[in-house]
């Protein structure tokens, strides 16, 4: 079954410092990974997304990403955060006849001045 | 493009009454999803569909109905609202699998 973990619930980081957000999945076949951010009030952006080739996506607002499928994994990482970062971020993957997108429990970032 | 436009945005509801969450999307997109958000548990499918009169239960569909009659429209009816159906509920559209969703801005709903 399709599943994903985030297991960072809430990270705080400084302004200008890297970020790394922690991104676990389960999926029988190749997936389509999704990175989406949620700005309070808001709906939901797609950030970056991958389903094939390069395993290092870039993405918009200078996130990238990257597929490592030892692990099972598709972090989003940031060389340098701003205050305009914060936000929610959501790791999600899907693919198949059905294209069923499942999300995981996504992570709260705050950024200090 | 419209995107995808959901309505009401708001949304109280009383013990038991029904209603239907309108989702309509202007793309051409095949595939279309709704979704529940509560705090900690970030989205959850409730109905997808894959086109035109095919859909398929999520991870929590108990309560709801859905229907696709058209490319266009996806509603989503409450039978019988329950306080633990307060939720921001959010509709998706996708072309292709790849391509990932395009998401509404949301219906928040509080059933007291």
Not at chain 2, 1 to 29: E, I, R
Not at chain 2, 37 to 63: C, F, K, W
Request: hydrophobic share 35%.
């Amino acid at each position: 079954a399709q599943s994903v973990t985030q297991p960072d619930i809430h990270i705080t980081v400084s302004e200008g410092a890297s970020l790394e957000l922690r991104c676990n999945y389960s999926y029988g076949a190749t997936p389509y990974l999704f990175w989406y951010v949620q700005s309070p009030g808001q709906g939901l952006q797609l950030l970056l997304k991958y389903f094939s080739g390069d395993t290092l996506v870039q993405g918009i607002k200078g996130f990238e990403a990257e597929f490592k499928r030892s692990q099972s994994s598709f972090n989003l990482r940031k060389p340098s955060v701003h205050w305009s970062d914060a936000a929610e971020y959501f790791c999600a993957v899907g693919g198949g006849a059905t294209n069923k997108l499942i999300f995981g429990t996504g992570t709260l970032l705050a950024v200090q001045p | 493009n419209a995107g995808v436009t959901q309505t009401p945005k708001f949304q109280v509801l009383k013990t038991g009454q029904s209603m239907t969450l309108q989702c309509a999307q202007d793309m051409n997109h095949e595939y279309m999803s709704w979704y529940r958000q509560d705090p900690g548990m970030g989205l959850r499918l409730i109905h997808y569909s894959v086109g035109a009169g095919i859909t398929d239960q999520g991870e929590v569909p108990n309560g709801y109905n859905v229907s696709r009659s058209t490319t266009e429209d996806f509603p989503l009816r409450l039978l019988s609202a329950a306080p633990s159906q307060t939720s921001v509920y959010f509709c998706a559209s996708s072309f292709t699998g790849g391509g990932g969703y395009t998401f509404g801005s949301g219906t928040r709903l509080t059933v007291v």
